[in-house]
């Protein structure tokens, strides 16, 4: 009888190594195989047809947002922006990092429109828009949530929205995100080690 105990205890633990196991592996290939980000071809506010694949060996910083917004993507560029001048302040040189601005409100924000927007903000920010069909599948891929929010009364509308900024890697894989949270100072910071690799 104690041996049958034994040997039923010895199962289960087998049982729940195996488990243990199995969700360990998944769980570190999860985040590599399942992480924010994707391939993209948008049109930037330039004019000119823009690829993920033209920023491979660059850092992307990818923010996803809209030039219409009334508080906080302005707020998030300006934080990208200063983070990035603090760095050139320093004397580092942030060309291994390359600024995205991806219009959630493509219906609006024309290249024309972002044109007047982007450069606002730091002269490298390239301001990128599409199709819906574009910008719906590379907001997926980050998996960034936006919905339009119509204002009564108004033919004007808002559009809600994620407010991330992503670091993406030379090889364009997802490497950390920021946000509301995160000042200019701990941004510049901690793309240090970054721009310190690349030079
Ligand atoms: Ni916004």
Redesign the pocket.
């Known amino acids: 009888m104690k041996m049958v105990r034994i040997s039923l205890w010895i199962l289960v633990f087998a049982a729940a190594a195996l488990m243990l196991g199995r969700y360990y592996n998944t769980g570190q290939q999860a985040p590599l195989a399942d992480g924010p980000g994707g391939p993209f071809t948008l049109t930037a506010h330039t004019g000119e047809t823009v690829s993920d694949t033209q920023f491979r060996g660059q850092y992307m910083l990818v923010y996803f947002?809209?030039s219409f917004?009334p508080?906080?993507?302005p707020l998030d560029l300006q934080k990208l922006s200063v983070a990035l001048y603090q760095l050139e302040e320093e004397g580092y040189d942030t060309t291994p990092i390359q600024p995205l601005f991806i219009t959630i409100d493509p219906e609006r924000d024309t290249t024309d429109e972002l044109a007047t927007f982007v450069p606002d903000f730091h002269p490298r920010l390239l301001g990128l828009t599409g199709t819906l069909d574009q910008i719906t599948e590379v907001a997926r891929d980050f998996k960034v949530y936006f919905a339009k929010r119509e204002q009564e009364g108004t033919e004007d509308y808002l559009?809600d929205?994620s407010?991330l900024i992503f670091v993406m890697d030379p090889n364009g894989k997802y490497v950390r995100l920021f946000s509301s949270r995160d000042k200019p100072a701990d941004i510049a910071e901690s793309l240090k080690p970054v721009l310190e690799k690349a030079g």
Do not use: E
Request: hydrophobic share 35%; with cysteine; net charge negative.
């Open positions: 947002g809209y917004c508080d906080v993507c559009m929205h407010a």
